[in-house]
């Protein structure tokens, strides 16, 4: 295989099994870290996994035993142009973003994060292998909702203090300080120290510690019981549940309110609940858009709405 080859192999593997999509990252002499082509690969295979309506859960990994992800691919400045010059070129981007970037990195399929860590309205599970350093981690912190580590060899580092100097461009702090309550987030930051599994359970970074030999089985137990419960209705659940956090408690109760019947109104899955529920028996889950011609949103430009000269 000749370098060129080498360099434009696929440096993820995405598949689907039933109603699970895996996003495994395969680049583990690099680290798994977010090179550019990585970054490219996750954001094609989110936008898969939410265009996809048989895709109901995804489980996010990396190949080794070792690292995650050890966060961006950092190199030295390209050939003639100096750090200096580089660092203009950041400054000239903060004044003159791109067209629709947000903080001057491309969009995926979420218009407020970056095309490797979007906000997905469908459920991530994250099996964490080994280190999530940086990028690696604030993908974990932004994308994912459940979060399972391998008690060996997973460990969470910010990174950014130590190894750049700085407090990082990527949402890391931002969502810390969000998820965590403050004296854990202060502490994590503020020290910059990697820590492992078993702390992270402790402060609530993620759900579960397992042997390494039970991470993939553990997240897929978990992505086949979301997987069996109606999608409609856990899409909504997961939208809500984060446009609503910094809404006063009237406020959310009411998006909740919306929710909750838009669910009912668009999914046929609601419709054999009640006499399942009486007949204490199974209840029938097909994902199904109500009274809809299952193959309209195909019919769709990318699924945008077509204009409509009548308003």
């Known amino acids: 295989m000749t370098t060129t080859q080498q360099n434009t192999a696929k440096k993820t593997i995405y598949e689907k099994k039933g109603h699970i999509a895996y996003l495994t990252i395969n680049y583990p002499e690099k ?3 977010m090179s550019n082509q990585v970054i490219q690969e996750m954001g094609e295979a989110y936008k898969d ?3 996809d309506r048989d895709m109901r859960v995804m489980i996010l990994t990396s190949v080794g035993e070792r690292h995650f992800s050890g966060g961006h691919h950092i190199q030295p400045p390209p050939q003639g142009q100096t750090v200096a010059d580089v660092r203009h070129q950041r400054g000239d981007q903060v004044v003159w973003p791109p067209p629709g970037s947000v903080n001057g ?9 970056g095309h490797d860590f979007p906000k997905i309205y469908k459920p991530v ?8 350093a940086g990028a690696g981690l604030y993908t974990l912190l932004t994308t994912t909702d459940i979060r399972v580590a391998c008690a060996e060899h997973g460990r969470f580092y910010y990174a950014l203090l130590s190894n750049r100097g700085g407090i990082g461009s990527g949402p890391l702090p931002t969502r810390i300080m969000k998820q965590l309550n403050y004296v854990h987030a202060m502490k994590f930051l503020l020290m910059d120290e990697p820590i492992d599994a078993q702390e992270a359970v402790r402060i609530g970074l993620i759900n579960e510690a397992v042997p390494h030999g ?3 089985t553990r997240c897929e137990q978990i992505a086949e019981r979301i997987a069996s419960l109606p ?6 659940l997961k939208e809500f549940l984060i446009r609503s956090q910094d809404l006063s408690v009237d406020q959310a109760w009411h ?3 919306m929710y909750h019947h838009l669910a009912n109104m668009h999914s046929g899955d609601s419709d054999d609940s009640t006499n399942a529920f009486l007949e204490k028996r199974g209840r029938t889950v097909r994902g199904e858009m109500r009274d809809c011609d299952k193959h309209a949103h195909s019919k769709l430009v990318e699924g945008y709405l077509p204009y409509d000269p009548f308003g």
């Open 31 to 33: 680290a798994n870290i």
């Open 231 to 236: 999608p409609v209705s856990v899409r909504f």
């Open 255 to 257: 998006l909740q309110f």
């Open 105 to 113: 990195r491309k969009p995926s399929i979420d218009p407020d994060s």
């Open 214 to 216: 039970q991470l993939m």
């Open 125 to 132: 599970i994250a099996a964490v292998n080994g280190i999530a």
């Open 49 to 51: 996994f939410w265009m």
